[in-house]
């Protein structure tokens, strides 16, 4: 079993930083890709970043390339989702997962979730 609690959400105006956190417990976690997926009212999930259980390997949504980094440390358990010149479209709950180490493009299912911090931008 992996646990994840996520961090760092909050109200920010548009344009601004925002930068998430998600620390893992359990098992190796270099053993997992990590990813972070949104989920804005009425929408469906989706997939905006991932890194490989390196750290060598990052994939990215269109619409956050250039804007959002994703990164890890293994050494504290922790991935970071860096988010810049945010936008009121991405307002949604974050969570973060991990899931098999070669997985970080999210094409499949993730294993383990965490429960999610709201990102609100304000316009």
């Known amino acids: 079993q992996v646990q994840l609690v996520e961090s760092g959400g909050g109200l920010v105006q548009a344009g601004g930083s925002l930068r998430l956190s998600c620390a893992a417990s359990?098992?190796?976690?270099?053993?997992?890709?990590m990813g972070w997926v949104r989920q804005a009212p009425g929408k469906e999930r989706e997939f905006v970043a991932g890194?490989?259980?390196?750290?060598?390997?990052?994939w990215y949504k269109d619409s956050v390339q250039g804007r959002f980094i994703i990164s890890r440390d293994n050494a504290k358990n922790t991935v970071y989702l860096q988010m810049n010149n945010l936008r009121p479209e991405d307002t949604a709950v974050y969570y973060c997962?991990?899931?098999?180490?070669?997985?970080?493009?999210?094409?499949?299912?993730?294993?383990?979730w965490g429960q999610g911090t709201q990102v609100t931008v304000s316009s």
């Open positions: 890194i490989s259980g390196t750290g060598n390997s990052q």
């Open positions: 997962g991990a899931g098999d180490p070669s997985n970080f493009r999210g094409k499949k299912p993730y294993d383990y």
């Open positions: 359990g098992r190796t976690f270099s053993n997992y890709a």
